[in-house]
């Protein structure tokens, strides 16, 4: 085993929208690779342009010792809450998916996680409960990790891409500009108001999100009132 440790980061996109995946991307580099990446301006993908962040997303993807990529659809998110698999534990289980399919089991790897959860130390329990092989890794988890570590920033810039792309593709399937799938947007709300009757069996929605209980509260609502 090499006493050079190997870094792997791991970052997500899309925790809070109602309409679309998460995406937990994992980016494996090694001391070079990390100096390299900050001369080239790899930082948090909401600090840098889409265009920046396509732009950086090849050459990570090309300049990484390896990288893998997890998509969590709505229908996966929905049925894990239904059996009481909140959204930290789902992206703990994916994490620990990235991290298993990583890891180089020959090789010291310091594994930096950005933790979505206020417990940190609570959620690195359940994460480390899903590897396989935990010998040869230096596990921790950070708040603001995809700021302060360049492998973060690297898999966060995967993550947004990825999620980007398939936002792009569900657009493109129902053929409206739904904005950015969040709460907030108010394209987003438009579109839930127009559309979410529509689409609802097409798998785009995070049905057990708060978001769509309203709506459908709002609708039931309208409709009593009618008689």
């Known amino acids: 085993m090499k006493t050079e440790s190997l870094i792997l ?79 930290n534990k789902i992206e703990a289980i994916k994490s620990a998916e990235i991290i298993n399919n990583l890891n180089k089991k020959s090789e010291k790897i310091k594994v930096i996680i950005d933790c979505p959860s206020n417990n940190i130390k609570k959620w690195q329990d359940y994460l480390e409960r899903h590897i396989d092989n935990k010998e040869n890794l230096d596990i921790r988890c950070e708040h603001k990790a995809d700021v302060n570590h360049v492998a973060c920033s690297a898999a966060s810039i995967l993550a947004k891409t990825t999620r980007d792309a398939e936002i792009e593709k569900i657009k493109q399937s129902v053929g409206k500009d739904f904005g950015s799938g969040y709460p907030s947007d108010p394209i987003t709300k438009k579109f839930l108001q127009d559309y979410y009757k529509k689409y609802k069996h097409d798998g785009i929605f995070r049905e057990t999100w708060g978001t769509i209980a309203n709506h459908k509260k709002k609708k039931e609502q309208r409709n009593l009132g009618d008689f």
Not at 24 to 34: F, R, S, V, W
Not at 49 to 71: C, D, G, N, P, Y
């Open 9 to 87: 980061g791991i970052d997500d996109s899309g925790r809070g929208p109602v309409i679309g995946p998460m995406v937990l991307a994992g980016c494996l580099i090694d001391k070079k690779t990390e100096a390299d990446f900050k001369k080239l301006g790899v930082k948090d993908s909401k600090q840098l342009t889409a265009l920046k962040r396509e732009h950086l997303a090849e050459i990570i993807k090309q300049k990484s010792i390896a990288f893998h990529i997890v998509l969590v659809h709505p229908t996966e998110i929905d049925g894990r809450n239904h059996v009481g698999l909140n959204l």
